[in-house]
């Protein structure tokens, strides 16, 4: 009896399960392989892109320790450090100041060029000078930024290649300066010709200068940047050595014969101005000033004695209103040095003296001192700069101030006591708050008054106005990036 084997039946499933089996190996492999590459190049973009952020931050940290160095109260001032690195009056072109930040011993602008100054000017600087950086390792042995230039320099329509006055002209040698007064809007001007006559720049308008800064890190990533900045200014200008901005103005006392108020300019820069400025209310407003005068003949000036006048259409557009003088105030307090009391809206509030001003303050150091509330003045105390009160500043004979005193806000003056000190620039008074603290919708009545010699009175001083006003920052204008070529 034979015996049958049943044989198995080839079929092609295992094939076809191999070749599944590897085509999934292979896409799995495609995949890990594309993350490993998508890794990496997520990794080299995040290294780039980190190298270039820290390079961009390093070039900018250059412009801002060129920007703050350029301000008289840094203690890092350029002018301390090298006496007349930053000329006193306008910066002339071909002028170009440079910070370097070496490593070791190398020589910065061998080793990294500024080859963008003569493509803006199409040629090297006729005058420049260098001046170490002060961002250097510190105590904790951090190092500073890793920029290794700064440059500053004048700008011109040239350089900017735009024709900024519309004259079809392109000047390449006139300095660019900012007019805050310029209609319709702050902008650049052309003085004309501001190199040949420095009289022709408007008392409004601060030079333009170019402060660009290049950085290189240590993988070699480079940045290039620049702002366009000008001086931050309140264009604080005074028609008058007391100016009582008010169509109700009133003036009482004044009994010594030392007391006294002059109108002309202690500084001899100026023409020579009322003893006594009020903003209109016409000839009663003004007799009723020169009614308060115990001795007319000591208040001298322009326009007769007793020197009072009408100065309102010579007030600046930034001392006529409340809403104005109010906005002038808080653009103070933003940059002062010091600002006491509980600021705007609470209204002004509490009682300060010369122990709540800067320690800092000096004939060579004024600062600029804002006090929301009553501020008293006794002793020997003498202070420098611009002083803003939002309450009632008074004083006594013995006690002076040379620069500027703003009496914005209630707008009341009284003085106190005979004395031999004196007040040396400028005073203006002004109402522009009613007894809530609330802005009035026009100016109120603006008083000052002295019982007794009132210490030697007030002398007109252009140049302690303008020593009151150094610039508190300067203004960013304008900020770019550059393509370095070396």
Not at 293 to 316: A, C, F, K, Q
Not at 402 to 424: E, H, M
Not at 428 to 433: G, H, I, P, S, Y
Request: aromatic letters at 8%.
């Amino acid at each position: 009896m034979k015996r049958s084997h049943a044989r198995p039946r080839k079929t092609s499933e295992g094939g076809v399960a191999l070749l599944i089996a590897i085509f999934t190996l292979l896409l799995i492999s495609a995949v890990a392989i594309s993350m490993m590459v998508a890794s990496g190049r997520e990794t080299e973009l995040n290294g780039n892109y980190r190298a270039s952020t820290s390079a961009y931050y390093a070039s900018v940290s250059g412009l801002e320790e060129a920007r703050g160095r350029l301000l008289p109260s840094n203690v890092n001032y350029f002018n301390t450090s090298v006496a007349g690195f930053i000329p006193a009056t306008t910066i002339t072109v071909g002028q170009v100041r440079y910070i370097v930040n070496p490593v070791g011993g190398e020589n910065v602008l061998t080793t990294y060029p500024d080859n963008e100054y003569a493509m803006e000017f199409g040629a090297a600087p006729a005058n420049s000078q260098t001046i170490p950086s002060v961002s250097g390792t510190n105590s904790a042995g951090i190092p500073g930024p890793l920029f290794k230039w700064v440059r500053i320099n004048p700008v011109t329509e040239a350089s900017m290649g735009i024709d900024v006055n519309q004259d079809n002209f392109v000047d390449p040698t006139t300095p660019l300066f900012y007019d805050t007064a310029h209609l319709p809007k702050p902008s650049m001007i052309v003085p004309s010709p501001a190199s040949a006559n420095p009289a022709n720049i408007p008392n409004t308008a601060k030079q333009v200068l170019e402060v660009t800064a290049f950085s290189v890190l240590p993988n070699g990533t480079e940045r290039l940047t620049q702002y366009l900045v000008t001086p931050q200014s309140f264009n604080l200008n005074f028609p008058s050595p007391l100016t009582l901005n008010s169509s109700q103005a009133s003036m009482a006392g004044g009994h010594s014969a030392n007391y006294a108020i002059n109108g002309t300019d202690q500084c001899a820069k100026s023409p020579t101005l009322p003893a006594i400025g009020v903003d209109g209310g016409g000839a009663t407003n003004i007799n009723n000033v020169i009614g308060g005068l115990p001795r007319p003949s000591n208040y001298t000036g322009s326009g007769g004695t007793p020197s009072v006048s009408d100065i309102g259409t010579s007030l600046s557009s930034n001392l006529q209103t409340p809403a104005t003088l109010d906005a002038l105030v808080q653009l103070i307090s933003q940059n002062a040095d010091s600002v006491v009391g509980t600021p705007p809206p609470a209204p002004p509030s509490g009682s300060y003296g010369p122990a709540d001003l800067p320690t800092a303050m000096s004939s060579t150091n004024p600062q600029t001192v804002v006090v929301n509330g009553d501020y008293s003045q006794s002793g020997n105390f003498t202070g420098y700069g611009l002083l803003v009160v939002t309450g009632n500043f008074s004083f006594s004979g013995n006690t002076g101030w040379n620069g500027i005193i703003l009496v914005i806000g209630k707008g009341t003056v009284n003085g106190n006591g005979g004395g031999n000190n004196s007040f040396n620039g400028a005073i203006l008074v002004a109402n522009t708050l009613d007894s809530s603290g609330n802005q009035l919708a026009s100016l109120g009545p603006a008083s000052f008054s002295i019982n007794g010699g009132g210490g030697s009175g007030i002398n007109f001083n252009s140049c302690w106005v303008n020593n009151a006003q150094q610039p508190p920052s300067y203004k960013v204008l304008s900020f770019r990036e550059i393509p370095y070529t070396d």
